[in-house]
């Protein structure tokens, strides 16, 4: 069996911190709102990014062990 953590440690340990919401607007006009609403869909799709690149980085990783267990395993006969 393979060490757990392998796997995960893979990933950038600042991405454990999370990504901060954009600050809210110190304007109180509709184009302040605006921008701030842009900002934050910025930040939404950064992290949304990080989720799928983490799974991503991950999933090939456990499928690379698995693949490693498979290989090393002797086989009956040979054959299974």
Do not use: H
């Not at 995960?8 to 921008?35: F, H, K, N």
């Amino acid at each position: 069996m393979t060490a757990s953590s392998a796997c995960s440690s893979l990933l950038p340990s600042e991405w454990q911190e999370g990504v901060d919401g954009a600050p809210l607007p110190e304007g109180d006009t509709v184009g302040d709102w605006i921008a701030f609403g842009d900002a934050q869909t910025g930040q939404l799709d950064k992290a949304n990014d990080r989720y799928r690149a983490a799974t991503g980085i991950v999933a090939r990783c456990e499928q690379r062990d698995r693949d490693a267990i498979d290989r090393a395993r002797p086989k009956f006969l040979g054959i299974f």
